[in-house]
Nanobody, 121 residues
């Protein structure tokens, strides 16, 4: 079955760092663009970052300069390195995979279940 599994979330102080991972299975990972999204209570889902099959990258203005996305096709994994975290970064973070389109992801063919990131204040 197709699966995307996020990990690496947790509780961190403002200014701290976390590294999220998204591990894919059940489809040809290297053909897909992978995006990270987040959703906080009472807020709309927000696109955070995206990386294409040929490693073009996209970042939302709110995270530019603080977050870095990368992929390791041999491990079927996409990473999101998050530095200088702020309380407003608190959300459930999801990864999604989409074929054919570029970045940012507009639809999402497959979605993970999410990992909680909490930045305390």
């Amino acid at each position: 079955q197709v699966q995307l599994v996020e990990s690496g979330g947790g509780l961190v102080q403002p200014g701290g760092s976390l590294r999220l991972s998204c591990v894919a299975s059940g489809f040809t990972f290297r053909y897909y663009n992978i995006g990270w999204f987040r959703q906080a209570p009472g807020k709309e889902r927000e696109g955070v970052s995206c990386i294409t099959s040929d490693r073009y990258t996209y970042y939302a203005d709110s995270v530019k300069g603080r977050f870095t996305i990368s992929r390791d096709n041999a491990k079927n994994t996409v990473y999101l390195q998050m530095n200088s975290l702020r309380p407003e970064d608190t959300a459930v973070y999801y990864c999604a995979a989409e074929q054919w389109t570029g970045c940012p992801i507009v639809r999402g063919d497959y979605w993970g279940q999410g990992t909680q990131v909490t930045v305390s204040s």
